[in-house]
């Protein structure tokens, strides 16, 4: 008998690797469908009107108020939760045994964010039922630069003194 493992199972470490792009990725294709018509403004509030309507009495005036920060929070979740993503995968792919955070994952995870907003807008400046506007891009990398703010007071708060969390500088 062979001591050696078949060839279509992966290490651990790759195992990982594999998972964390593979969120990454699917999360991607999440960012790539909502930046279709099919989550334009008209077709959300086709779901959300009459929710808001039936559960607060919610007029539609009042309601296109709420539809506008609704759907910014919707960018700042989905790109803070992309830019979370990156960075674990960064982290997968140039781990650092005693680092939890590092600038270049969290560099590389709101750079990567960063150039997905921008071609996320361009593409919906092309739909006639989307707008591709600077500001969502500014949105959207201020919410990768707050998820990275957030993991990095998580690994501060809660490490427990044996590993580090940001890598030191070389003397």
Not at 55 to 80: A, C, P, Q, S
Not at 161 to 166: A, K, L, N, R, Y
Request: aromatic share 14%; charged share 15%; glycine share 4%.
């Amino acid at each position: 008998m062979s001591t050696l493992s078949p060839p279509f199972l992966l290490s651990s470490k790759r195992h990982d690797l594999l998972k964390a792009w593979i969120a990454a990725i699917l999360w991607l294709i999440v960012i790539a469908i909502e930046s279709t018509a099919l989550a334009s403004a008209e077709n959300t509030s086709r779901i959300l009107y009459p929710l808001l309507h039936y559960l607060f009495n919610m007029d539609w005036e009042r309601f296109d108020h709420w539809h506008f920060y609704i759907r910014k929070t919707g960018h700042v979740v989905g790109y803070g939760m992309l830019c979370f993503l990156l960075f674990r995968a960064w982290r997968a792919t140039w781990p650092k045994a005693s680092v939890k955070w590092m600038a270049r994952w969290a560099g590389l995870a709101v750079l990567g964010t960063a150039i997905v907003a921008s071609l996320d807008e361009w593409h919906q400046s092309f739909i006639p039922t989307r707008t591709g506007t600077w500001r969502d891009v500014v949105l959207d990398t201020c919410a990768a630069i707050a998820a990275q703010i957030l993991i990095l007071i998580w690994w501060k708060a809660f490490s427990k003194g044996t590993t580090s969390v940001v890598q030191k500088p070389a003397a």
